[in-house]
């Protein structure tokens, strides 16, 4: 089995760690998948001349170990080192969303395969598989990764399932259903990963919540109204709780009841747990 091992600049071997951390994809395996994409395209050439960087280096699987001298001598590229450097820095010429749909090129394929048939998939994702009817794919702008937009028939209700968390797909000979045409279409038009759209949370802060409202970008909902004190925001509960839980008493959630009292519980569980844990040291 033949072992790559390559220098490369700080700032590629930044990228491909990067990507490896949040798509959860070892680095050996993003060699190889980036490897076996690029072998019969063109490479952007990179000329970095005399430069101190990390090593990178893993194996070649068996079924690019085979090929691997073959494809290396028709590029023309006189050292192998500068082959790789070339891949890599193909590879991460691109958007992090681009670099997805090389990393997980069968999967995206496969669900554009059963969109254009008109036909449901199934999928499995998170070790559980799921029967869906696939209406799109979508980028989250603020995360720059994709979605799956769809109808889950193990739920029975509109998903969004991120591309790099399927395991897998395959197709089924059942017709797509579109349970709600106007709906699907706004939610392309107003995509975002929790399906907020037409959701609304009304909150109190505090005047120290107000700062750290400012501060906390980070899945922050689009606000809506302002008036008093009182925030509107088109916000969905999955996200009211991510976004709103790390506010602590600095936020009152007001409506809906059902949200305000899923996060009187949560709290209340956490409390527990700290309770829990001074009576074992006492």
């Known amino acids: 089995m033949k072992k790559v091992r390559v220098r490369i600049s700080d700032f590629m071997n930044e990228i491909i760690k990067s990507d ?10 993003i060699g190889n998948i980036i490897f076996k994409y690029y072998m019969d395209k063109n490479l952007n050439k990179v000329e970095l001349g005399n430069f101190s960087g990390e090593v990178l280096q893993f194996n070649l699987n068996k079924n690019n170990d085979e090929i691997f001298m073959d494809t290396f001598v028709r590029s023309g590229v006189e050292t192998e080192a500068e082959y790789w450097r070339n ?3 193909t590879y991460i010429n691109n958007l992090r969303y681009k670099r997805e749909e090389i990393l997980f090129e069968k999967i995206f394929r496969k669900i554009k395969e059963g969109m254009q048939d008109k036909r449901k998939i199934k999928i499995k994702y998170h070790k559980y598989i799921r029967l869906v009817n696939p209406y799109f794919v979508k980028v ?9 937009f769809c109808y889950c028939e193990k739920n029975n209700d509109y998903r969004n399932y991120r591309i790099s968390e399927i395991e897998e797909v395959w197709f089924t000979n059942e017709n797509i259903e579109i349970k709600d045409k106007k709906y699907i279409d706004d939610m392309y038009k107003n995509f975002d990963p929790f399906l907020s759209y037409k959701n609304t949370v009304k909150v ?22 302002k008036k008093d004190g009182i925030y509107i ?10 976004y709103f839980a790390q506010f602590f008493s600095n936020v009152k959630i007001l409506e809906p009841i059902e949200l305000q009292q899923k996060l009187k519980n949560e709290l209340k569980r956490t409390i527990e747990i700290y309770e829990n844990e001074e009576e074992k040291n006492v």
């Open 20 to 29: 490896s951390e949040y798509f959860k994809i070892p680095v050996g395996r």
């Open 87 to 89: 891949i890599i820095f």
């Open 233 to 242: 925001f088109e916000c969905d509960n999955k996200l009211a709780l991510v």
């Open 140 to 148: 989250a702008d603020d995360e720059n990764r994709s979605y799956l």
């Open 204 to 225: 109190e802060f505090t005047e120290k919540g107000v700062e750290l409202y400012e501060k906390v970008l980070t899945n922050r909902p689009r606000l809506l109204n």
